[in-house]
């Protein structure tokens, strides 16, 4: 998939906003948000990218996209991040093997 950075889904510009009111932020990069969500917050068309065979393990197509994501997101906000901006946090997962 491609992401979509601008209008209401411009992330930058929200970290900015908060900066602007004196906020801090702790990034969920994702792409699993949590497990309250239908598929984690996943899309659901993921399910069906390539060859994948599951999420969140030792899978080399849900490995490949995850770092795509992660390396797209970290690359936006970089000029945000502390020192010099508000965000204090990067978090991609916080319920991995919880179920174990």
Avoid at 32 to 46: D, H, K, L, S, T
Avoid at 69 to 75: A, F, K, N, Q, R
Wanted: net charge negative.
């Amino acid at each position: 998939g491609n992401a979509t950075w601008s209008g209401t889904a411009d992330l930058v510009a929200f970290i900015q906003a908060a900066a602007a009111r004196d906020l801090y932020v702790a990034l969920r990069i994702g792409p699993y948000a949590c497990g309250e969500y239908f598929f984690g917050g996943i899309p659901v068309w993921v399910r069906d990218f390539g060859d994948i065979q599951c999420f969140r393990c030792d899978d080399e197509v849900w490995e490949a996209e995850m770092k795509r994501w992660v390396d797209t997101v970290v690359e936006k906000v970089q000029g945000e991040m502390q020192p010099h901006g508000n965000i204090i946090m990067l978090q991609i997962e916080n319920e991995f093997g919880g179920d174990q």
